[in-house]
């Protein structure tokens, strides 16, 4: 009667925690942020103050050459979560009079169709499976067929399933038909290249707390100089207006309304940690070996992973709840959470999931605590 001690012993045992106490984040963000990030943010600033007004500028500058715009394009931080910026996005390069040709093969694009419904805009869907990435031919076809499309929307990795979709031959597409591209990066800007000057893409939306490893509060669109010069009085909206934004922060350097002062302090060591590591390759580089590590790991334990390797991305892998089993998500969930373990439901639409991410604060260590976490769950049945 040795098992039962030994079972007690491993409940009982410490949960695994970040250097600051917490549980290990392996979500699509929020995520773990280092501890540097987190003390960054025991200062305050006022809005006018001029350091803030140059930590800003800093990271304006930064976040353009980080997504390769750094000659043809501006950063315009907004106040808010990811999808703030994304909806300042469509709201301020979407003509009233314009209609998007939205790519979709998950909830990321279809929150961008969504957008569109809200503010009054004219969208085309094309939308595929979510295990598919989205095909460049089938792009041409529709700009070639449908003159009325003025820009087209892309999501460059889908993290409700983890898909790549192939962002350099469809803004060659785009460019070749003459309709702009709005990507939404915001799962990817900070690990993975993006060549916002070269691919062309006249706007990229990103936010404070993926990849670039910030904590949440704010997002940001790195847009054509050019193109937002033009965009005076096209947004719906006050806050979300990115022209008037802008011309805010070239004005004097302010941001018009009260800026998340703690969140860009955050975000501006982030970024010099970003570089400290090797900048977006390296991180990358990371990023590519937990997810290696995570996938190897869970499916010697039998888990299948949602898609084929060829479209995967080192963002968050998403798995089939194991079939026949009695499957608990919850029960899962609670368990990993028990031991310092914080993992994700499923997003796919039509398949019973669970995600884990691979980005944050956290390396080769933290997954194979999180493979012995799940290991020994599956053990006690
Ligand atoms: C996280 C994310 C967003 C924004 O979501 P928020 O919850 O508003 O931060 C948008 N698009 C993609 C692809 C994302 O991963």
Same mark, same amino acid.
């Given at each position: 009667?040795?098992?039962? /001690?030994?079972?007690?012993?491993?409940?009982?045992?410490?949960?695994?925690?970040?250097?600051?106490?917490?549980?290990?984040?392996?979500?699509?963000? =929020?995520?773990?942020?280092? =501890?540097? %990030?987190?003390?960054?943010?025991?200062?305050?600033? #006022?809005?006018?103050?001029?350091?803030?007004?140059?930590?800003?500028r800093?990271?304006?500058?930064?976040?353009?050459?980080?997504?390769?715009? #750094?000659?043809?394009?501006?950063?315009?931080p907004?106040?808010?979560?990811?999808?703030? *910026?994304?909806?300042?996005?469509?709201?301020?390069?979407?003509?009233?009079?314009?209609?998007?040709?939205n790519?979709?093969?998950?909830?990321?694009?279809?929150?961008?169709?969504?957008?569109?419904? %809200?503010?009054?805009?004219?969208?085309?869907?094309?939308?595929?499976?979510?295990?598919q990435?989205?095909?460049?031919?089938?792009?041409?076809h +529709?700009? *070639?067929?449908n003159?009325?499309?003025?820009?087209? &929307?892309?999501?460059?990795?889908?993290?409700t399933?983890?898909?790549?979709n /192939?962002?350099?031959?469809?803004?060659?597409?785009?460019?070749?038909?003459?309709?702009?591209l709005?990507?939404?990066?915001?799962?990817?800007?900070? +690990?993975? =290249?993006?060549d916002?000057?070269?691919?062309?893409?006249?706007?990229?939306?990103?936010?404070?707390?993926?990849?670039?490893?910030?904590?949440p509060?704010?997002?940001?669109?790195?847009v054509?100089?050019?193109?937002?010069?033009?965009?005076?009085?096209?947004?719906?909206?006050?806050s979300?207006?990115?022209?008037a934004?802008?011309?805010?922060?070239e004005?004097?350097?302010?941001? !018009?309304?009260?800026?998340?002062?703690?969140?860009?302090? +955050?975000?501006?060591?982030?970024?010099?940690?970003?570089? !400290?590591?090797?900048?977006?390759? &390296?991180?990358?580089?990371?990023?590519?070996?937990n997810?290696?590590?995570?996938?190897?790991?869970?499916?010697?334990?039998?888990?299948?992973?949602?898609? !084929?390797?060829?479209?995967?991305?080192? $963002?968050?892998?998403?798995?089939?709840?194991?079939?026949?089993?009695?499957?608990?998500?919850?029960?899962f969930?609670d368990?990993?959470?028990r031991?310092?373990?914080?993992?994700?439901?499923?997003?796919?639409?039509k398949?019973?999931t669970?995600?884990?991410?691979? $980005?944050?604060?956290?390396?080769?260590?933290?997954?194979?605590?999180?493979?012995?976490? %799940?290991?020994?769950? $599956?053990?006690?049945?």
């Amino acid at each position: 009667m040795r098992s039962k /001690p030994e079972k007690k012993r491993g409940r009982a045992a410490r949960p695994a925690r970040t250097p600051t106490g917490d549980p290990w984040l392996f979500t699509p963000g =929020p995520l773990t942020t280092s =501890p540097g %990030v987190k003390h960054a943010m025991l200062h305050d600033h #006022g809005s006018r103050d001029q350091g803030f007004i140059e930590l800003t500028r800093r990271i304006r500058d930064r976040l353009v050459s980080l997504a390769r715009g #750094g000659r043809t394009h501006v950063c315009v931080p907004i106040q808010g979560s990811g999808t703030f *910026a994304v909806e300042a996005m469509v709201g301020t390069l979407l003509p009233q009079k314009g209609r998007l040709l939205n790519l979709v093969n998950g909830a990321y694009g279809r929150r961008i169709t969504r957008i569109c419904e %809200v503010l009054g805009r004219s969208a085309a869907v094309l939308e595929i499976s979510e295990d598919q990435p989205i095909d460049p031919g089938a792009v041409d076809h +529709a700009l *070639a067929a449908n003159p009325d499309i003025t820009h087209v &929307a892309l999501v460059h990795c889908e993290t409700t399933s983890g898909i790549m979709n /192939p962002v350099a031959e469809i803004a060659a597409v785009a460019a070749r038909r003459r309709r702009p591209l709005l990507l939404d990066a915001m799962s990817t800007l900070g +690990a993975m =290249p993006i060549d916002a000057g070269g691919w062309p893409v006249d706007a990229v939306a990103a936010s404070s707390n993926k990849c670039l490893e910030g904590v949440p509060g704010a997002s940001f669109c790195i847009v054509r100089r050019s193109v937002l010069a033009a965009c005076a009085g096209n947004a719906h909206s006050l806050s979300l207006d990115l022209h008037a934004q802008w011309q805010g922060f070239e004005g004097n350097g302010q941001w !018009r309304f009260t800026p998340p002062v703690h969140c860009l302090l +955050a975000l501006d060591r982030a970024v010099a940690e970003l570089d !400290r590591e090797g900048g977006v390759r &390296a991180r990358g580089r990371r990023y590519r070996e937990n997810c290696r590590i995570l996938v190897n790991g869970m499916r010697k334990m039998g888990f299948q992973t949602y898609l !084929r390797d060829a479209v995967q991305g080192p $963002i968050i892998v998403t798995f089939h709840a194991p079939a026949g089993t009695g499957f608990d998500f919850g029960r899962f969930y609670d368990g990993l959470r028990r031991r310092g373990y914080v993992i994700y439901p499923g997003k796919v639409t039509k398949t019973d999931t669970f995600r884990i991410g691979c $980005i944050g604060r956290i390396g080769p260590a933290q997954m194979r605590g999180l493979l012995a976490a %799940v290991r020994a769950l $599956i053990q006690q049945g």
